[in-house]
């Protein structure tokens, strides 16, 4: 690298560590569909009798912040003041994740207990020794029945009016339970575009109905589903891409494509695909995207341009995905890393 490509490569390192000591300042508000994760681990004891299915002898039981409220989660671990806001129900996952929030420093007050409503729980039962790999045989999934009530729905609203003024930047996480409804959706962007903030979205079944955000974050297989054409490489990727921006009314497109990093489109400007960061030797893509739209998200409210926004966000998924379980990346792993780009 010639001398003005290493002092290009030093400045941008420089931004992006600026924008990261930002992060503090940052109001950010998720809304979406709180879960819980959970984990039950098991030693591999037998075959079963009753069918041929492996007996697992219980080791321990572990529990995380999931879905929105682990995109809460990584926003409070780079440092962001952070207020989640949707419904539990009120059992004992919801006490869970009250406790799990409270225990991280993390408001409650963005949250409303829905009487007869299920907490969504994902429950990955998972099987290896003490020196072995643990590795996950099967995942139970309790869900809500639809919606928030319309009472419930007018106390998120209420929430909403009374935290989302104060926000930097709004994330939706919608795992497809319900909680962002239109009404909800629609009075995020009123309170956006009053306030300035940048509004992200990660759908999981429902992209196509949240218009007119600054910026959107599917992977690879979303983006194919939302533009109806294959995706395979970087000249597809960028054809269905376009589509999709156009579609959205969109700002920004961040495309996670697993092995082969991510690929930026701008509305106005380039597409830019950023090579996967660290090995490809992956422990577990669980929450990835949470941490990635919570990144992006957080440092565009900083002041980051979107390259530099998307390269750590890049950085961070890429650090989360070594982690075992539901994990969030810390402002110093972050720090750690981009150093790298100034070798």
């Known amino acids: 690298m010639g001398d003005r490509g290493a002092l290009a ?13 930002g992060f503090p300042a940052r109001n950010v508000v998720v809304v979406g569909d709180l879960i819980l994760d959970e984990y039950l681990f098991g030693k591999p004891a037998r ?3 009753e069918a041929p299915v492996l007996i697992l002898r219980f080791a321990e039981r572990q529990v995380f912040l999931g879905g929105a409220a682990n995109a809460a989660h990584n926003a409070h671990a780079l440092g962001a003041r952070v207020i989640p806001i949707g419904a539990i129900g009120p059992d004992d996952a919801g006490e869970e994740l009250v406790a799990l929030f409270g225990s ?9 207990t829905e009487r007869g409503r299920t907490t969504p729980v994902k429950t990955r039962i998972m099987a290896g020794g003490y020196q072995a790999t643990r590795q996950q045989v099967v995942r139970l999934d309790r869900e809500p029945a639809g919606e928030p009530q319309p009472t419930t729905e007018d ?28 009404r909800i959706f629609e009075h995020v962007k009123t309170i956006a575009r009053r306030v300035n903030a940048v509004v992200s979205v990660d759908s999981r079944y429902q992209m196509p109905r949240f218009t ?13 589903q939302l533009a109806g054409v294959p995706a395979d490489d970087e000249r597809a990727v ?28 701008e509305r106005d400007g380039a597409t ?15 929450g990835a995207g949470d941490t990635v739209i919570s990144t992006f998200t957080l440092a565009l409210a900083s002041g980051a341009t979107p390259l530099q926004a998307a390269t750590l966000a890049n950085v961070a998924g890429g650090i989360v995905v070594m982690k075992r379980g539901t994990a969030t990346v810390a402002p110093s792993e972050l720090r750690q890393a981009i150093s790298l780009h100034d070798s």
């Open 9 to 21: 490569v030093t400045e941008a390192v420089k931004a992006m560590r600026s924008t990261i000591e």
């Open 272 to 286: 830019t695909f950023i090579p996967i960061h660290g090995t490809d030797e992956i422990a577990d893509v669980t």
């Open 104 to 112: 991280a420093g993390i408001s409650t007050d963005g949250i409303v």
């Open 238 to 265: 960028e054809k269905a891409g376009r589509q999709v921006l156009e579609r959205l009314d969109a700002r920004l497109l961040l495309v996670t494509r697993g092995s082969r990093g991510m690929a930026l489109l």
């Open 47 to 49: 075959i079963s009798r």
């Open 212 to 224: 007119g955000v600054t910026a959107a974050t599917p992977n690879e297989a979303e983006l194919e």
């Open 155 to 182: 106390a998120l609203l209420e929430r909403l009016t009374a935290l989302g003024p104060r926000a930097a930047a709004i994330v939706i996480s919608d795992y497809g339970y319900g909680t962002v409804t239109p």
